[in-house]
């Protein structure tokens, strides 16, 4: 099987794959500290409560967003699963995908990725949104091509950032206003409204402005944990796929192989 791992800001991603399904999925704190043996510990643990084992997986993938994370994990493929690993972006696994910028080089994996993903699903132009440490919305083409997109603070370093600024306002959870109101009667109001409706605000409002600006119909995708949360109260979202990167990631092992 394979071992699918998306190295993001926050966490990194695990997934165990029988061709492009998921059979398990792990999620640990990216930390570049982090030696391979001690990610060996951790996920030999949860492959045996998954009723799987070191010996299960037979090729690994990377994707990351993180470079000073990327040796570790290297080590860990080598060391505990006998394989070379894949790097996405990296001979022999290019992406394989049109990036039409003035440096193509510099657009994060990740992105690249879900692009590869979300145009094999989805005919046509499509605006993919990412809701991670920062939220990436990528625009690619009917043919394919990586046309660029925008980069917003996550919604979480939006709130981390508010609460470190202002003393008096306390850490609250991010959710939709109870009733769907917008009128705060209490602090707490307040910042759930301005958190949740502000975001909704943005990402509607961005789509608007890019579809405007691409001249075409356009299909939005959204993937990343918070993505259902918002789509509660917002119809910009025309699919939601949760496994995306990973799903991504699954193609370039499939393309890495012919």
């Known amino acids: 099987m394979l071992l699918a791992l998306d190295a993001g800001n926050t966490n990194i991603v695990f997934a165990l794959m029988k061709g492009r399904e998921i059979r398990a999925r792990w999620r640990i704190a990216t930390d570049p500290r982090r030696t391979a043996d001690e990610y060996a510990v951790w996920l030999r643990q949860l492959l045996d409560l998954s009723g799987y084992g070191l010996d299960d997986v037979e090729a690994v993938i990377i994707a990351t967003v993180v470079p000073r994370a990327l040796h570790n994990l290297e080590v860990l493929a080598e060391k505990y699963f006998n394989v070379t690993p894949l790097v996405a972006g990296r001979a022999p696994v290019e992406f394989g995908i049109a990036v039409d910028l003035p440096q193509p080089e510099a657009v994060g994996a990740d992105r690249l990725v879900n692009a590869i993903a979300a145009h094999e699903a989805h005919p046509g132009d499509l605006i993919v949104i990412d809701f991670g440490t920062a939220t990436t919305f990528d625009v690619i083409d009917y043919s394919g091509t990586y046309k660029g997109g ?5 919604i979480n370093l939006s709130l981390d950032a508010l609460v470190a600024a202002a ?11 109870e009733g769907a109101q917008v009128i705060g009667r209490s602090t707490e109001e307040a910042m759930h409204s301005g958190i949740y ?20 119909q356009a299909k939005v995708v959204a993937t990343g944990g918070l993505a259902t949360l918002f789509d509660k109260h917002s119809e910009v979202f025309d699919a939601i796929e949760p496994d995306l990167t990973i799903t991504g990631l699954g193609i370039l092992y499939e393309r890495s192989l012919t």
């Open 167 to 177: 003393a008096k306002l306390p850490r609250i959870a991010i959710e939709a206003p």
């Open 197 to 216: 409706w502000g975001y909704v605000s943005m990402i509607e409002g961005l789509v608007a402005r890019i579809k405007a600006e691409i001249g075409r």
């Open 150 to 154: 925008v980069i917003a603070p996550g």
